[in-house]
């Protein structure tokens, strides 16, 4: 995993936005996984900006999403694919018909989800895949006791979950259990995963996710076996982990060595 520690939340979206800028310039028809959450939120309105200002084209983009509520169709304003089209999609040039998100108003889910995974397949896997995390070490929806293999699957929301996601919805509203989710093992075939947090609520999670043990009881430690994991936090996010000054230095190391190898 490259350790990428920055001073706040919004050297955090910039550095999440400057990946994606360069995928996008490097292969013009990404595959993009995308994720929902207040985390991304940033790091949207700064890939929305240099739409707009003709520095990147999602024309030739596909898009898959982590994740949705099962029971809510895409009208419900606490879907998230409603939250993609407010937060992205309506504010770029991608076509929306190449935008998917698992459908959370599915007849029968369990074919929904096999349908999503050969969607992905037949779209040529995911080149970069974007993260959050939960205060429980979630990735998607996948809770911790997730199988490290897992495919796209119908998961059950913890109370923790629930209760933190809360704030979304009013006190009257109904609030799924239950979600569709990619698994673990769908999110490691990504060629890229760029996981972002934020804040000192995540410091637990992100230190068990970095200098845990690879486990099902944190399945963001799954990344630990991942070929190109990018974590980026910032320093409240980071106060837990043990290694801060190393992951610094490494990663000032990598600057150095991009630099040399612009220079060539
Ligand atoms: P958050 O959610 O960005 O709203 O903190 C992250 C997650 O639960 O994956």
């Known amino acids: 995993m490259q350790i990428v520690i920055l001073k706040d939340a919004a050297e955090v979206a910039a550095y999440g936005a400057d990946l994606f800028t360069a995928q996008l310039k490097r292969k013009?028809?990404?595959v993009l996984g995308l994720a929902t959450g207040s985390t991304?939120?940033?790091l949207y309105q700064e890939l929305i900006r240099r739409n707009q200002q003709g520095e990147i084209s999602f024309s030739q983009v596909t898009s898959f999403n982590l994740d949705e509520y099962l029971g809510l169709d895409g009208s419900h304003p606490q879907s998230y694919r409603h939250f993609m089209n407010e937060q992205l999609f309506n504010h770029i040039d991608i076509d929306k018909a190449n935008t998917h998100?698992?459908?959370g108003d599915a007849k029968n889910p369990i074919v929904a989800c096999d349908e999503y995974e050969a969607r992905m397949t037949q779209a040529g896997g995911i080149d970069i895949q974007l993260l959050g995390i939960g205060r429980n070490g979630h990735i998607g929806f996948n809770e911790p006791s997730s199988g490290l293999t897992s495919r796209t699957r119908v998961k059950t929301l913890t109370k923790a979950?629930?209760?933190d996601n809360a704030r979304f919805f009013a006190a009257d509203e109904y609030q799924p259990h239950l979600s569709i989710t990619m698994g673990?093992?769908?999110i490691l075939d990504a060629k890229k995963v760029v996981l972002l947090?934020?804040?000192?609520n995540k410091a637990d999670a992100v230190s068990a996710m970095v200098e845990g043990p690879l486990t099902a009881a944190c399945p963001a430690s799954a990344l630990q076996m991942h070929r190109n994991a990018v974590i980026v936090i910032d320093e409240a996010a980071a106060s837990k982990l043990k290694d801060v000054e190393f992951y610094k230095h490494i990663e000032n190391e990598n600057q150095k060595l991009l630099q040399h190898l612009a220079s060539l």
């Not at 947090?197 to 000192?200: D, P, S, V, Y």
């Open 40 to 42: 991304p939120v940033a």
């Open 197 to 200: 947090a934020t804040g000192e």
């Open 28 to 30: 013009a028809n990404s």
């Open 101 to 103: 998100v698992p459908p």
């Open 184 to 186: 673990i093992g769908t």
């Open 161 to 163: 979950t629930i209760d």
